[in-house]
Nanobody, 126 residues
Framework: QVQLVESGGRLVQAGDSLRLSCVLS????????MAWFRQVLGRPEEFEFV??????????YYADSVKGRFTISRDNSRSTVYLQMNSLKPEDTSIYYC?????????????????WGQGTQVTVSS
């Protein structure tokens, strides 16, 4: 059974940087495509794709809203995926969720992910 645990969320000011981490346990991390989503403001049942990285680590995908500011990376030796967030804006405020899915096609932004973490709150004050 795959388990995902996110960490790193906190209150920051606009323009600050923050790094989120997500550790996968229960299965071999290196065979999973990984992604970060965030909750849509005012719609707790809706999630916005933020970024994803394939199992090999050689393909990444970004939402237009974060392109150039956020960077996803993975460390297979630590079973961890990271989200480096720079130049944070108040509109980045959300609960950020880590998601995993067994390695597949290059459809990370639209794929239905099998495993989700519990989320970590990021709040950006203006």
């Amino acid at each position: 059974q795959v388990q995902l645990v996110e960490s790193g969320g906190r209150l920051v000011q606009a323009g600050d940087s923050l790094r989120l981490s997500c550790v996968l346990s229960g299965r071999t991390f290196s065979v999973y495509d990984m992604a970060w989503f965030r909750q849509v403001l005012g719609r707790p049942e809706e999630f916005e794709f933020v970024t994803g990285i394939n199992w090999r680590g050689d393909r990444t995908y970004y939402a237009d809203s974060v392109k150039g500011r956020f960077t996803i990376s993975r460390d297979n030796s630590r079973s961890t995926v990271y989200l480096q967030m720079n130049s944070l804006k108040p509109e980045d405020t959300s609960i950020y969720y880590c998601a995993a899915d067994y390695m597949g096609a290059n459809d990370l932004p639209t794929r239905r992910y099998d495993y989700w973490g519990q989320g970590t709150q990021v709040t950006v004050s203006s």
